[in-house]
């Protein structure tokens, strides 16, 4: 999808452009995001559109478009399908009850399926844009004539992006209006029940909004995650995010409680180019969310995936589930994650149904070499498909390693060599291997033109990483703990997007804040160092070598 020239001044007019551990920082607690992937030439075309809203029985995704065919500059299109497993339909114009010659964007439709509201400049408003809403007797009927909200709702400024919320009962939108902390702070009407007028409308105030823009808002199916991005075409970007344009969320405990300060969104799915417009799918396990990441604006999804490893040891077992039951009935969030990943404030049947759909896997697992191989060149990835290649002559060992066989390497030039596995810039990662022998400067992991992960100091043979931000004072990891003194060693490196930290046996022996990594995207070497260089060749048996994506604690 190509966002075009037009697209950005329709956004600029109105003023948009386009977890969780809320105290702070990235979201960690509650759910992560997995690894974003286009959603390819179905919803991303060479016009200018974004998923704005989803049905609740996910049957119907509402966008605005520049796309020919419409009425105006921007219309209201839908897309529709017979089941939530049945490919998209082509796309369809409301038509002109609803679109206008004018521009109409941002739609977003109630639970029920028979209101939807959206923001337009069409005659008859009272500022520049107005929110108005279109109402239908039945899913099965056309959409009737759209109706403006009124003075209570709209301003003589811009007011629009409106989310009704599930219980139809709140509209949020983001406004220009003054007495205001920011050019655009998201604001509130309430209503006691749906055949009650809207009240005025209330700023959220200063724990939501800020100094800068909050704008391209949605709310989670439940209303309990409030979404919303910072301004991408204009003024200047929230602090604590990655790029000009970051998604963040809110939280708050129940659809009456207050809403918590946001946290950016993550590195996952906030990168160097503009990330905006964030929703969530009906089912609560998938992001939809528009980025420049692939050099033109298109439409991006990402899972959610909730944190059902709780004792962060990378597997879901009888340790996870004897956590949960300790909490069982009680409002815990850190066990918390049903039915959707972000929890409903109460341990119990929904959140046991959560953590038993993951029961044994290993949560985060890119690669796993298990080296239990008897012969052959190929170290086997047993979590995917980055096999290794023996260089050298590596030695195989049918006994004698730490779990079942290991790999015994001559310290001179043997080492193990992968296929590029992850980006250390990209967020959160852990390596842990199973180590005996070693000497002073040798390397257990590393990556091509990278740096070395895990490896011995030199002198003293202690565990290090050299995995560092490259700035003016780039500086390594060095524990304490001896690693080469002839007997097996568990060892580790994590990294949260925040602090760096080194584990010996399962004991956490190091630890710094290093807000980044360097990027790389080299393949991995195990047993050598990242330029192959003498004297960085491990010398010894190596075992069990893992790659996570996400922050291990043993």
């Given amino acids: 999808m190509k966002r075009s020239n037009g697209y950005r001044i329709s956004l600029v007019l109105f003023g948009f452009v386009a977890a969780v551990a809320l105290g702070g920082g990235s979201a960690k607690a509650d759910f992560i995001f997995g690894k974003p992937v286009n959603l390819g030439p179905v919803l991303n075309s060479a016009y200018g559109e974004a998923i704005d809203s989803i049905s609740s029985d996910g049957l119907e995704l509402y966008f605005s478009s520049n796309r020919p065919g419409g009425q105006g500059a921007y219309d209201l299109w839908v897309l529709k399908r017979a089941s939530a497993d049945d490919d998209w339909g082509p796309a369809e114009n409301l038509g002109p009850a609803v679109n206008s010659p004018s521009q109409e964007a941002g739609p977003s439709i109630s639970a029920d399926g028979l209101a939807l509201y959206f923001h337009s400049n069409r005659p008859g408003g009272h500022g520049d844009f107005d929110i108005w809403v279109t109402r239908r007797a039945t899913k099965d009927d056309s959409w009737g004539e759209a109706v403006n909200m009124?003075?209570?709702?709209?301003?003589s400024g811009s007011d629009g992006e409106s989310w009704i919320a599930p219980d139809?009962?709140?509209?949020?939108?983001?406004?220009?209006?003054s007495g205001g902390y920011g050019g655009y702070d998201i604001y509130v009407a309430r209503r006691a029940t749906q055949d009650d007028l809207w009240g005025e409308a209330v700023n959220?105030?200063?724990?939501v909004n800020s100094a800068y823009n909050e704008q391209l808002l949605s709310l989670s199916p439940d209303g309990l995650l409030l979404l919303f991005s910072d301004n991408?075409?204009?003024?200047?970007?929230?602090?604590?995010?990655?790029?000009?344009?970051?998604?963040?969320m809110a939280r708050r405990t129940s659809l009456s409680a207050p809403w918590q300060t946001p946290v950016n969104f993550g590195r996952q799915v906030n990168g160097p180019a503009p990330d905006a417009e964030p929703r969530i799918s009906p089912d609560g396990r998938t992001l939809y969310f528009f980025s420049e990441r692939s050099g033109s604006y298109d439409n991006w999804q990402a899972p959610i995936i909730p944190i059902v490893d709780f004792n962060g040891d990378g597997k879901v077992d009888i340790r996870n589930l004897l956590r949960l039951i300790e909490s069982w009935g009680k409002d815990d969030p850190s066990v918390d994650m049903g039915p959707m990943p972000w929890g409903d404030g109460k341990v119990d049947e929904k959140d046991l149904e959560v953590l038993m759909s993951y029961w044994g896997q290993e949560i985060g697992l890119l690669a796993c070499w298990k080296l239990d191989e008897a012969e052959g060149q190929?170290?086997?990835?047993?979590a995917g498909t980055n096999d290794g290649l023996l260089v050298g002559n590596p030695v195989w060992q049918l006994a004698g390693g730490k779990i079942a066989g290991a790999l015994q390497f001559d310290g001179v030039d043997d080492c193990v060599r992968s296929?590029?596995?992850?980006?250390?810039?990209?967020?959160?990662?852990s390596v842990f291997a199973w180590v005996k022998g070693g000497t002073p400067g040798q390397v257990i992991v590393s990556q091509a033109d990278g740096a070395n992960w895990l490896m011995a100091a030199d002198p003293g043979g202690m565990l290090m990483t050299d995995l560092k931000l490259t700035n003016r004072k780039p500086k390594a990891l060095t524990s304490a703990v001896v690693i080469t003194d002839g007997i097996w060693h568990r060892v580790?490196?994590?990294?949260?997007?925040?602090?760096?930290?080194l584990y010996v046996d399962d004991i956490e022996v190091a630890k710094d804040t290093q807000a980044s990594l360097p990027s790389s995207v080299g393949g991995l070497y195990i047993g050598a160092g990242s330029t192959l260089a003498a004297g960085s060749f491990w010398s010894g048996l190596m075992d069990d070598v893992r790659i996570y994506d996400r922050a291990v604690k043993p």
């Fill in 232 to 248: 991408p075409f204009q003024g200047t970007p929230r602090p604590g995010g990655y790029a000009e344009a970051d998604m963040w």
């Fill in 492 to 501: 580790g490196l994590s990294w949260d997007g925040s602090n760096r930290i």
């Fill in 204 to 207: 959220l105030g200063p724990v």
């Fill in 168 to 177: 139809s009962l709140e509209l949020y939108f983001a406004s220009s209006r």
């Fill in 378 to 382: 190929i170290a086997a990835d047993s």
């Fill in 419 to 429: 296929p590029f596995v992850v980006d250390p810039a990209a967020g959160p990662l």
């Fill in 150 to 155: 009124g003075p209570t709702i709209n301003c």
